[in-house]
């Protein structure tokens, strides 16, 4: 005798993630919304951010506000740009159009790294060719990612160590000019001892793996130079390292 085949409730209440999720999406199309509801509720309480996201977007359309609020705020809570971006819709169906316009304004910077490693390559104008590696932390609670302090060391012709701070000014989530200033000892100058300089440029962003940039610097020194440079989260960069 064939042994029965757990249907996606059974399994859904056995623990089964991806089955409560399906249980769910079988019942929205069945228009059993509210058994709909518990399915999408227990993959959100087992960790599906995806199943909390349909849960509270389901609650919106029902006009359910308040019993929204919780499963997007959770995806919101993984630094997710949809729970972001869900969140300010509710809010703004609330009334509060400057809590939805702070979530928005946050949702751009939510998926990049807290703390990245990058490795660039530095083109003098005068000829030649040096690099620079940097470590950056941008945490939310710096302009939601906008500012950055970080540590600098160039090598080359020049050669220095900096502390820097920077401003990324979000266009998309993917993409932000940026601009920073870098002080700090000169390493092999002793006519100027103290580097002073700036770089602007632009930055491409890959969510929290990392980012691309290209800029022009230049320092109280008289030298100028083109930066290409490719960032990485701590976590990746590290990953990377191992398997070299």
């Not at 509801?37 to 993959?43: E, M, N, P, V, Y």
């Not at 083109?226 to 990953?239: C, E, F, H, N, R």
Request: aromatic residues 8%; negative net charge.
């Amino acid at each position: 005798m064939e042994a029965r085949v757990p249907t996606l409730e059974e399994q859904c209440n056995g623990g089964r993630v991806s089955a409560c999720e399906a249980w769910g999406q079988q019942l929205t199309v069945d228009h059993r919304l509210e058994e709909a509801d518990r399915a999408f509720g227990l993959a959100c309480a087992m960790g599906s951010t995806s199943a909390c996201m349909t849960q509270g977007k389901s609650r919106m359309a029902q006009g359910d506000l308040e019993g929204a609020e919780p499963p997007l705020r959770k995806v919101y809570e993984e630094n997710s740009e949809e729970g972001a971006l869900a969140l300010a819709d509710l809010r703004e169906a609330r009334g509060d159009v400057a809590g939805a316009s702070r979530l928005r304004w946050e949702a751009l910077g939510l998926d990049k790294s807290t703390v990245e490693f990058a490795l660039g390559w530095r083109i003098p104008w005068q000829g030649g060719l040096g690099g620079s590696l940097d470590v950056n932390v941008q945490p939310m609670g710096l302009g939601a990612r906008r500012l950055t302090l970080g540590a600098n060391i160039a090598f080359g012709s020049e050669s220095s160590l900096n502390a820097t701070v920077g401003y990324q000014h979000f266009l998309t989530n993917w993409a932000a000019p940026y601009a920073r200033v870098l002080v700090g000892p000169s390493l092999d100058n002793r006519r100027a001892p103290l580097n002073v300089g700036a770089e602007v440029g632009f930055k491409v962003f890959a969510g929290s793996i990392g980012h691309f940039a290209a800029g022009l610097g230049t320092s109280f020194d008289g030298s100028t130079y083109t930066v290409l440079q490719v960032g990485m989260d701590w976590i990746v960069a590290l990953m990377v390292l191992a398997h070299m």
